[in-house]
């Protein structure tokens, strides 16, 4: 067990970051880590997985190269900052430790009680969850003082914003630590209290889920719905072509943490989310969703 006494790392001692899951989230997040001069562990249940993050996240680098963001010699350096791996033990060192597994409380309480007896006192923890109680999450640690929310947008390299979120116990030193880690990263950060979904996801997968029922209930075809909101509402993606990205399995896990987590009837998932799921059609990472992307131009489902 962590001593609670222990001081918590402190932004100048931050050297080491861990990050759990090699998925879109955390190979974004070991992206930037290592690209701000940190060293950088990416470990996830799947060695192959965690193999294969170092190829993403050079392809994305070679895409920054080739448009002037970052230098070769950027991300060569970077590059050489980050180990791959699929157990926890290599996390014995890391002074923070950011976990961006699949959005299932259940998985992410079973790995934090494990990573806690791997960690040295004085780290300090953080969820990328994008919805789930930061608070609930920490009881299961041994450092609820040390533990926050830290919850990047996707694709992470490219979107500024990083929303902090404190639980009941997380103390201000974690919090600040962790506020100027984000600016180091290059992150513009919005303070949000520990409610379902936050801020950006209590706002956005409303939105997504309405556009749902829109469909649902035969307003509008996909694609006249997603021309709509871009034309009509300056929307970069219109919100079904948005589902696809964020995946519908993430989409309708959000809508569930809102439902029950608020109890209004406003929140309640469409069906025909749940029935894409269902299916299996959860998006771009399934080759289809509200679109099939099976083809070089993505084709309306619906």
Same mark, same amino acid.
């Given at each position: 067990?962590?001593?609670?006494?222990?001081?918590?790392?402190?932004?100048?001692?931050?050297?080491?970051?861990?990050?759990? &899951?090699? @998925?879109?989230?955390?190979? @974004?997040?070991?992206?930037?880590?290592?690209?701000?001069? /940190?060293?950088?562990?990416?470990?996830?249940?799947?060695?192959?997985?965690?193999?294969?993050?170092?190829?993403?996240?050079?392809?994305?680098?070679?895409?920054?190269?080739?448009?002037?963001?970052?230098?070769?010699?950027?991300?060569?350096?970077?590059?050489?900052?980050?180990?791959?791996?699929?157990?926890?033990?290599?996390?014995?060192?890391?002074?923070?430790?950011?976990?961006?597994?699949?959005?299932?409380?259940?998985?992410?309480?079973?790995?934090?009680?494990?990573?806690?007896?791997?960690?040295?006192?004085?780290?300090?923890?953080?969820?990328?969850?994008?919805?789930?109680?930061?608070?609930?999450?920490?009881?299961?640690?041994?450092?609820?003082?040390?533990?926050?929310?830290?919850?990047?947008?996707?694709?992470?390299?490219?979107?500024?914003?990083?929303?902090?979120?404190? &639980?009941?116990?997380?103390?201000?030193?974690?919090?600040?630590?962790?506020?100027?880690?984000?600016?180091?990263?290059?992150?513009?950060?919005?303070?949000?209290?520990?409610?379902?979904?936050?801020?950006?996801?209590?706002?956005?997968?409303?939105?997504?889920?309405?556009?749902?029922?829109?469909? /649902?209930?035969?307003?509008?075809?996909?694609?006249?719905?997603?021309?709509?909101?871009?034309?009509?509402?300056?929307?970069?993606?219109?919100?079904?072509?948005?589902?696809?990205?964020?995946?519908?399995?993430?989409?309708?896990?959000?809508?569930?943490?809102?439902?029950?987590?608020?109890?209004?009837?406003?929140?309640?998932?469409?069906?025909?989310?749940?029935?894409?799921?269902?299916?299996?059609?959860?998006?771009?990472?399934?080759?289809? &969703?509200?679109?099939?992307?099976?083809?070089?131009?993505?084709?309306?489902?619906?």
């Amino acid at each position: 067990m962590a001593d609670q006494d222990a001081p918590a790392a402190g932004f100048s001692d931050i050297k080491s970051i861990g990050v759990i &899951g090699a @998925g879109q989230m955390g190979t @974004g997040i070991a992206h930037v880590c290592a690209l701000a001069g /940190y060293d950088v562990k990416l470990s996830d249940v799947s060695a192959e997985a965690a193999a294969k993050a170092t190829d993403i996240i050079a392809k994305n680098m070679d895409r920054q190269v080739r448009r002037d963001i970052i230098s070769e010699a950027d991300k060569t350096a970077a590059l050489a900052r980050i180990a791959t791996g699929s157990g926890l033990e290599m996390f014995a060192d890391s002074d923070i430790v950011i976990e961006a597994a699949s959005e299932n409380e259940e998985i992410k309480r079973e790995i934090f009680k494990a990573l806690c007896p791997v960690l040295k006192p004085t780290a300090l923890i953080c969820s990328n969850t994008s919805s789930i109680s930061i608070t609930r999450l920490a009881s299961v640690t041994d450092r609820p003082a040390k533990f926050m929310g830290m919850h990047f947008m996707n694709p992470v390299p490219l979107m500024q914003l990083v929303e902090l979120i404190r &639980g009941i116990a997380t103390d201000e030193p974690t919090f600040e630590t962790v506020r100027q880690l984000s600016e180091k990263l290059g992150k513009t950060t919005a303070p949000a209290e520990d409610f379902p979904a936050f801020i950006v996801n209590r706002i956005l997968l409303p939105m997504i889920n309405e556009a749902v029922y829109t469909l /649902y209930e035969g307003v509008g075809s996909v694609s006249s719905i997603d021309t709509a909101m871009k034309l009509g509402a300056n929307h970069p993606m219109g919100p079904l072509e948005l589902a696809d990205f964020i995946g519908l399995d993430t989409c309708l896990s959000i809508m569930h943490v809102l439902y029950d987590g608020l109890a209004d009837s406003k929140y309640r998932p469409c069906p025909l989310l749940v029935k894409y799921v269902e299916a299996g059609w959860i998006g771009k990472k399934a080759g289809r &969703g509200f679109y099939d992307y099976s083809s070089d131009e993505p084709v309306p489902t619906r």
